[in-house]
Nanobody
Framework: QVQLVESGGGLVQAGGSLRLSCVASGRTFTTRPMAWVRQAPGKEREFVAA????????GYADSVKGRFTISRDNAENTVYLQMNSLKPEDTAVYYC??????????????????WGQGTQVTVSS
């Protein structure tokens, strides 16, 4: 089991930046691929970015590629999402998610069985 707590969301103008953080409990964080997934009102959850357990491999949705960067600090049990050049369509609740130990990373939300409570990101035009 792993518990996840996100922070860093808020209200920002279009073109601005935010950095989300997710702190994980438990001793298996360093073996788990991690991801960020978002859900906008009335829409299904959407994969945003993922990172391998080592941090050596990352993957992004086309909609955020070149603007968002995922990273992790295994010594601090923390994964980050740096979001630059934000757009109104990035408005959503952002969730941190953990996969089962092992493997690289996955680009579909269903591969991540553990979720945080989410943090709201609102981008105004």
């Amino acid at each position: 089991q792993v518990q996840l707590v996100e922070s860093g969301g808020g209200l920002v103008q279009a073109g601005g930046s935010l950095r989300l953080s997710c702190v994980a409990s438990g001793r298996t964080f360093t073996t788990r691929p991690m991801a960020w997934v978002r859900q906008a009102p009335g829409k299904e959850r959407e994969f945003v970015a993922a990172i391998s357990w080592s941090g050596g491999s990352t993957g992004y949705a086309d909609s955020v590629k070149g603007r968002f960067t995922i990273s992790r600090d295994n010594a601090e049990n923390t994964v980050y999402l740096q979001m630059n050049s934000l757009k109104p369509e990035d408005t959503a609740v952002y969730y941190c998610a953990a996969a089962r130990p092992g493997g690289s990373y996955y680009t579909v939300a269903r591969e991540y069985p553990y979720w945080g409570q989410g943090t709201q990101v609102t981008v105004s035009s």
